[in-house]
């Protein structure tokens, strides 16, 4: 140590910010994007905040509204870990991806004005709410008959959320687009599609069964 006016200070004056933990102080916009990023990969907010030397409180502050990827984190505080937070979310990301998809609304017809009394038929919008309906409601049977641990590993990759939609809903996706194919080709029936469970019972003919 070194007097100088009267006071003492130290020889080395770097040491004391050679020794800050990364990140404290000031929070720069790296900061924020890195504390972003990892939000996205589904840590919480006290580990984003320790990663880049802050508090918990000061990384919700500043990524708060950052929406986690399905990602779980390794541990179970967060509410992302949650079975119903991880049920709605899933139902809610595989509707939507129904609604969007590009087959699907290749098949719906609607009205595009063209001027004050004109009127044309085009193809593409989403698919019927009663298609969505039934989907959903699929959807929430099978997630819910699902146990914690099918849940969480559901949530790790991509590939097996494509194979579980597939799985839960492939059969109604295929009679969708049968449904629509054939219509369109024959002519209209007069009949809108309805869910299979919804449809008359055909009578077996005589001597059947």
């Known amino acids: 140590?070194?007097?100088?006016?009267?006071?003492?200070?130290?020889?080395?004056?770097?040491?004391?910010?050679?020794?800050r933990r990364p990140g404290r102080g000031r929070v720069s916009q790296e900061d924020i994007d890195a504390m972003a990023e990892l939000r996205r990969e589904g840590l919480g907010f006290a580990e984003v905040?320790?990663?880049?030397?802050?508090?918990?409180?000061?990384?919700?502050?500043?990524v708060g509204k950052v929406e986690p990827r399905l990602t779980l984190p390794q541990g179970d505080a967060e509410p992302e870990t949650d079975p119903r937070a991880l049920r709605e979310r899933f139902a809610q990301d595989f509707?939507?991806?129904?609604y969007r998809d590009k087959q699907l609304n290749a098949l719906?017809?609607?009205l595009r004005k063209i001027g004050p009394d004109a009127e044309i038929a085009?193809?593409?919008?989403?698919?019927?709410?009663?298609?969505?309906?039934?989907?959903?409601?699929?959807?929430?049977?099978?997630?819910d008959s699902m146990g914690v641990l099918a849940l969480r590993l559901l949530a790790r990759?991509?590939?097996?959320q494509a194979r579980f939609l597939r799985e839960t809903?492939?059969?109604?996706?295929s009679d969708y687009?049968?449904?629509?194919?054939?219509?369109?080709?024959?002519?209209?029936?007069g009949e809108d599609w309805r869910p299979p469970r919804e449809r008359p019972q055909l009578e077996p003919e005589e001597g059947e069964g």
């Open 157 to 160: 990759t991509k590939q097996l």
């Open 1 to 19: 140590m070194v007097k100088r006016g009267g006071e003492l200070v130290g020889m080395n004056r770097g040491s004391s910010n050679r020794s």
């Open 108 to 110: 719906t017809m609607r």
């Open 122 to 143: 085009e193809y593409g919008g989403p698919p019927s709410i009663l298609f969505l309906n039934e989907a959903e409601r699929l959807l929430r049977e099978r997630l």
């Open 177 to 189: 687009v049968a449904w629509h194919r054939l219509a369109n080709k024959f002519a209209k029936t």
């Open 95 to 98: 509707l939507e991806i129904l």
């Open 49 to 62: 905040g320790a990663r880049r030397g802050f508090s918990e409180r000061t990384a919700r502050r500043f």
């Open 169 to 173: 809903v492939g059969s109604l996706y």
